[in-house]
T-cell receptor, first 113, second 116 residues
Framework: AQSVTQLDSHVSVSEGTPVLLRCNYSSSYSPSLFWYVQHPNKGLQLLLKYTSAATLVKGINGFEAEFKKSETSFHLTKPSAHMSDAAEYFCVVSDSAGNQFYFGTGTSLTVIP | DTEVTQTPKHLVMGMTNKKSLKCEQHMGHRAMYWYKQKAKKPPELMFVYSYEKLSINESVPSRFSPECPNSSLLNLHLHALQPEDSALYLC???????????????FGPGTRLTVL
């Protein structure tokens, strides 16, 4: 069975400081893992996806995530937060058939000016 | 065209009304999804269509009726809804074919539904 745990429901950072959003997963096979961002009253936008080609995945808007199999983690990072990064972030694992997504509970990121 | 579109953006309806939500994609994707999202929660899967056939129905009440007229279009027909059905309804599509991005889902902006 697949599941995702986002370790922080809320993260607050100052503008210009690093961002770390934590995600642990459970999967009985080699998973596909995603990070999506959702700005208020908007749909979900794909930030990046782990496809097993490389453990360090670079996404849009300066975000990246590192797949660590030994730690079953897929944490999202960004070196320097921008005000526009304030949003809800979801870590997602897909099932083996690629047919269904399992969402984490989300992390709300606040960026302080 | 690399986006999923949804109409309307907002919908207010009474409990006796019948309305429909529409979702469209022109990326050639063969899987389409309906999700329901309540405030401050992750999306909850409602239905999955694969190659225009309903493949997953997550025990959704019959007052929600999906329809996939063709590979680009997905509708959600609403009838006799309850106030607790008020939520953001998201549509998504995915390639559902070979390749590393096969299972990536692309989401529309959603329809904000309010049931009075």
């Amino acid at each position: 069975a697949q599941s995702v745990t986002q370790l922080d429901s809320h993260v607050s950072v100052s503008e210009g400081t690093p961002v770390l959003l934590r995600c642990n997963y459970s999967s009985s096979y080699s998973p596909s893992l995603f990070w999506y961002v959702q700005h208020p009253n908007k749909g979900l936008q794909l930030l990046l996806k782990y496809t097993s080609a490389a453990t360090l995945v670079k996404g849009i808007n300066g975000f990246e995530a590192e797949f660590k199999k030994s730690e079953t983690s897929f944490h999202l990072t960004k070196p320097s937060a921008h005000m526009s990064d304030a949003a809800e972030y979801f870590c997602v694992v897909s099932d083996s058939a690629g047919n269904q997504f399992y969402f984490g509970t989300g992390t709300s990121l606040t960026v302080i000016p | 065209d690399t986006e999923v579109t949804q109409t309307p953006k907002h919908l207010v309806m009474g409990m006796t009304n019948k309305k429909s939500l529409k979702c469209e994609q022109h990326m050639g994707h063969r899987a389409m999804y309906w999700y329901k999202q309540k405030a401050k929660k992750p999306p909850e899967l409602m239905f999955v269509y694969s190659y225009e056939k309903l493949s997953i129905n997550e025990s959704v009440p019959s007052r929600f009726s999906p329809e996939c007229p063709n590979s680009s279009l997905l509708n959600l027909h609403l009838h006799a809804l309850q106030p607790e059905d008020s939520a953001l309804y998201l549509c998504a599509s995915s390639p559902f074919a070979s390749g590393s991005m096969a299972d990536t889902q692309y989401f529309g902006p959603g329809t904000r539904l309010t049931v009075l």
